[in-house]
Nanobody, 119 residues
Framework: QVQLVESGGGLVQAGGSLRLSCAAS????????MGWYRQAPGKQRELVAS???????NYADSVKGRFTISTDNAKSTVYLQMNRLKPDDTAVYYC?????????????WGQGTQVTVSS
């Protein structure tokens, strides 16, 4: 059974920084890609950043230049360094992992972590 465990959310003032972590645990998988999504109240869940196993990354336009996604493949962990945070970044952030089980792929989600940016 695969679990994604997130940490690092919290309350920060505008202009501040936070670092989110997400560790995947379980057996018999390899990582295809991992990413972070967010959902603000009354809005749809949106992709924030993603990174593939060969470290190709992709960012939402709204976070480019402020957020950085990275991985530690040995630990099956993905990080999201968030700098120069804005109140509009306030949301529940969800980790997502696309994992390979042989020739099959499955997507898993973390439980979500709240990020609140005060003005």
């Amino acid at each position: 059974q695969v679990q994604l465990v997130e940490s690092g959310g919290g309350l920060v003032q505008a202009g501040g920084s936070l670092r989110l972590s997400c560790a995947a645990s379980g057996n018999s998988f390899s990582i295809n890609a991992m990413g972070w999504y967010r959902q603000a109240p009354g809005k749809q869940r949106e992709l924030v950043a993603s990174i593939t196993s060969n470290e190709n990354s992709n960012y939402a336009d709204s976070v480019k230049g402020r957020f950085t996604i990275s991985t530690d493949n040995a630990k099956s962990t993905v990080y999201l360094q968030m700098n120069r945070l804005k109140p509009d970044d306030t949301a529940v952030y969800y980790c997502s992992a696309l994992l390979n089980f042989g020739i099959q792929q499955r997507r898993y989600w973390g439980q979500g972590t709240q990020v609140t940016v005060s003005s």
